[in-house]
């Protein structure tokens, strides 16, 4: 009696797993402790990059009448960005997709989100804070483009229609779970192409709509030098940033448990110091190794790697930083020989280094890069990039030209030569400093 039971029971579990695998395999997702306290920790980086590391860095690259201003963004976007990211933004990115290209509103206000619902073993209010500091970051990222000399109203205006036009609908295409590029391939690690390639490309637009900073350029289209306020402001804020980005980039595998986040953290300085020297080095030939050009190579590089940053070696880190480290420099000098008025360089950090980092993924990953034998990941890199720098750069110029026909989106000349600090704030960042009579 007991040696049929025996054997039903087992004919029964051999049944089940032939029929029904998933059923037999299944396993109850739990919260997992320590990748929820490395995920805190994340946010909690990402967001320190903005605030106050990115503010801090442009801060210092402006001129001293206009501090305060670019502060003032920067403040200002983070609280509009996560309002709407909460309201309505993180539901178009990340709930479920419509064809592929933008997802639905079921998440609006958090409506699906309760404080037992779990993305993988996260908390996915945790989740959805996590991608908010990213899409804090992305719009932030633009403004230094056209620093010191749009109104302030323009710039709060055209950063909210942003996020949910542009960047909401990118991250659902490459994060979003059933995003079309996700479908076709395409591999973008923490965002060198969601958020720092859309931030370039948007930028680009930018300084093209509003035009260049008075004094810029001579009669004869020459480029004039604009020292910022304080260099020491601009290094203090790349330090921060590149703190920062262990949450950025490490922080993306989305635990903490059963992955090798050292491996991701290594890559990750290795470009970012690479990069660093191959811009101060190349700064050199046109005399001196330039600050401002070395502070900017060590953010290329981080750029560079961030797509690829899991996924490549430590030779593959070394080569994607020296060759972000050369583009930066190459890039902003062609800027500026083109007639355009990139005030921080963002363009190319951020948008042709965040192209780069899309495509070196293609190249030097172990698995399936062209240096390594693979081909499959070439052709989807490519269209991620043609995808996204089409839609951020034409979505944002027509933007920014509805805003500025009906609106306007610049100061007027004399508050542009008195500063955005006093024209735009009423104040300034130095008063005490300020000579009375």
């Known amino acids: 009696m007991l040696q049929n039971q025996w054997i039903e029971n087992i004919a029964r579990a051999l049944l089940v797993l032939v029929l029904f695998p998933e059923m037999a395999m299944a396993e109850e997702v739990t919260l997992n402790e320590g990748n929820t306290a490395w995920i805190l920790t994340s946010t909690a980086l990402v967001l320190f990059m903005s605030l106050p590391g990115l503010a801090l860095f442009y801060g210092g690259l402006v001129r001293s009448k206009n501090v305060l201003s670019i502060l003032m963004q920067c403040f200002a976007i983070a609280g509009i960005a996560s309002i709407l990211w909460l309201l309505v933004g993180y539901s178009i990115a990340f709930s479920g997709g419509n064809g592929g290209f933008i997802g639905g509103f079921s998440n609006v206000l958090f409506a699906e989100i309760q404080e037992d619902t779990l993305s993988g073993d996260l908390p996915e209010s945790l989740f959805a804070i996590f991608q908010m500091t990213f899409a804090i970051i992305t719009p932030a990222l633009i403004i230094g483009g056209f620093a010191e000399?749009?109104?302030?109203?323009?710039?709060?205006?055209?950063?909210?229609?942003?996020?949910?036009?542009?960047?909401?609908?990118?991250?659902?295409?490459?994060?979003?779970?059933?995003?079309?590029?996700?479908?076709?391939?395409f591999v973008d690690f923490a965002g060198s192409g969601v958020v720092?390639?859309?931030?370039?490309?948007?930028?680009?637009?930018?300084?093209?709509?509003?035009?260049?900073?008075?004094?810029?350029?001579?009669?004869?289209?020459?480029?004039?030098?604009?020292?910022?306020?304080?260099?020491?402001?601009?290094?203090?804020?790349?330090?921060?940033l590149w703190f920062g980005w262990y949450g950025f980039n490490v922080g993306s595998a989305l635990a903490a448990v059963d992955v090798d986040l050292a491996a991701i953290a290594v890559t990750t300085t290795l470009s970012a110091s690479a990069a660093s020297?191959?811009?101060?080095?190349?700064?050199?030939?046109?005399?001196?190794?330039?600050?401002?050009?070395?502070?900017?190579?060590?953010?290329?590089?981080?750029?560079?790697?961030?797509?690829?940053?899991?996924?490549?070696?430590?030779?593959?880190?070394?080569?994607?930083?020296?060759?972000?480290?050369?583009?930066?420099?190459?890039?902003i000098n062609l800027i500026e020989r083109k007639g355009l008025d990139d005030a921080v360089g963002a363009v190319s950090v951020h948008g042709v280094c965040g192209a780069w980092g899309v495509l070196a993924v293609s190249l030097f990953d172990t698995s399936e890069g062209v240096f390594y034998g693979g081909t499959s990941l070439l052709v989807p890199q490519v269209i991620g990039i043609l995808a996204i720098g089409s839609w951020a750069y034409l979505t944002s110029y027509a933007v920014l030209k509805v805003i500025d026909l009906n609106f306007g989106l610049r100061v007027s000349k004399e508050e542009e030569i008195a500063?955005?600090?006093?024209?735009?704030?009423g104040t300034t960042a130095y008063g005490d400093f300020i000579l009375k009579k």
């Open 149 to 185: 000399r749009m109104k302030f109203s323009a710039v709060l205006l055209f950063s909210a229609i942003w996020l949910l036009v542009v960047y909401a609908p990118i991250t659902h295409w490459v994060w979003g779970g059933s995003g079309w590029l996700t479908d076709i391939g």
């Open 196 to 240: 720092h390639m859309v931030g370039g490309f948007a930028a680009l637009a930018g300084i093209q709509v509003v035009g260049p900073r008075i004094g810029k350029f001579d009669s004869n289209g020459k480029p004039l030098p604009i020292p910022g306020s304080s260099m020491v402001a601009a290094a203090l804020g790349v330090f921060i």
């Open 277 to 331: 020297v191959a811009a101060m080095y190349t700064s050199m030939i046109a005399g001196k190794p330039n600050v401002g050009m070395t502070l900017n190579g060590a953010l290329s590089g981080l750029v560079g790697i961030t797509a690829g940053c899991a996924n490549v070696n430590n030779l593959g880190a070394v080569i994607i930083g020296l060759v972000s480290g050369v583009l930066v420099v190459g890039s």
């Open 419 to 425: 500063g955005l600090d006093v024209s735009e704030h």
